[in-house]
């Protein structure tokens, strides 16, 4: 299989570039010189990541749990574009922590809403464009909670594992049928962003009683990729022509796991929570 065009300098899609890594990607696709329509929930951080680009730039308040928007801003998007598109992020994601025992029903929804349905309503408002053009990446960010399953966040595990699933789904699909459109996994480790510190959380499952803020810091200590880096391998991976990209050191270990002891991993993680716990404890 040849090699696809290199994203630097077409433009891109990318929801939830008001911070983190959709942020991080907008800032770098626009500096290679990439037109980026960029869509996000939150207008205030949508036109802060704006104001710091120099190239073209459409911007959106779009909430992704809306089809039918998603499909107006498909239509905008297509108006606006200076070539054809080359790249959709479906990147805008949340996060719920709590044990499945004392799940809130709105919570796991609202999660499911955003992290899946946001990702299979952007990816059909989209296809269709890619299509019709005969070239072009959906590109659905997962998570190594799509590899895993993980205590305390089976709302946001069962939402990643359905992204990858939806997304792998198309990717055969699309071979089937002889289309040069390709259908992208992301799987980020941890990524030191806002997500732990806009998570929904209504207390801490593990009964150390920490607080949100609390839960958010020890997360992001433990996270080895900023969102910068994190935006350069998502960038490099759909040049290269990868169907799946594993983002950061951990994700490796995490993809390790899954392959090497599929139904056990947990042992080898709870080892390594507790450690990080008891480290917590004592300091
Ligand atoms: N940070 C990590 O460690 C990590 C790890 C694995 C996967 N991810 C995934 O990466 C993606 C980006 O997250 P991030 O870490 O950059 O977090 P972030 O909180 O910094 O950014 C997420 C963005 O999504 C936007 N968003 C939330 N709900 C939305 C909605 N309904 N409609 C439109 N936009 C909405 C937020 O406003 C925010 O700008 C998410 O899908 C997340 O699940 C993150």
New binding site residues.
């Given amino acids: 299989m040849s090699r696809p065009r290199s994203l630097a300098g077409r433009p891109v899609v990318i929801?939830?570039a008001?911070?983190?890594?959709?942020r991080a990607l907008a800032t770098r696709l626009s500096r290679l010189g990439s037109p980026v329509a960029l869509?996000?929930?939150?207008a205030d951080?949508l036109n802060a990541t704006a104001a710091a680009l120099h190239g073209r730039v459409l911007t959106r308040v779009?909430?992704?749990?809306d089809a039918e928007d998603q499909l107006k801003f498909a239509a905008e998007v297509q108006d606006w574009l200076p070539a054809p598109l080359a790249a959709v992020f479906n990147?805008?994601?949340?996060?719920v922590t709590s044990s499945v025992l004392d799940a809130v029903i709105e919570d796991d929804d609202w999660l499911h809403d955003?992290?899946f349905h946001?990702v299979v309503h952007g990816t059909r408002a989209f296809l269709p464009i890619l299509v019709a053009q005969g070239e072009g990446a959906i590109v659905n960010?997962s998570?190594?909670f799509g590899l895993l399953g993980m205590p305390n966040q089976s709302a946001y595990c069962a939402a990643k594992f359905a992204v990858r699933g939806f997304t792998e789904s198309l990717r055969q699909e699309l071979a089937l049928g002889g289309s040069a459109v390709r259908a992208i996994t992301v799987h980020?480790?941890?990524?030191t962003?806002?997500?732990a510190r806009?998570a929904r959380v209504r207390r801490d499952p593990t009964g150390l009683g920490r607080s949100r803020e609390e839960m958010a810091a020890q997360f992001e200590a433990m996270?080895m990729t900023s969102?910068d880096k994190a935006a350069a391998i998502i960038h490099a991976g759909v040049d290269r022509g990868k169907a799946r990209i594993l983002v950061g050191p951990d994700a490796y270990l995490f993809d390790a796991l899954a392959r090497i002891t599929p139904t056990h991993y947990n042992a080898v993680l709870s080892r390594v929570l507790w450690r990080s716990r008891r480290k917590e404890t004592v300091r």
């Fill in positions: 929801t939830g008001a911070s983190g890594i959709g869509a996000d929930v939150d951080g779009l909430d992704v749990r990147n805008a994601g949340v996060a955003i992290n946001g960010t998570s190594v980020p480790g941890g990524i962003t806002n997500i806009n996270t969102p």
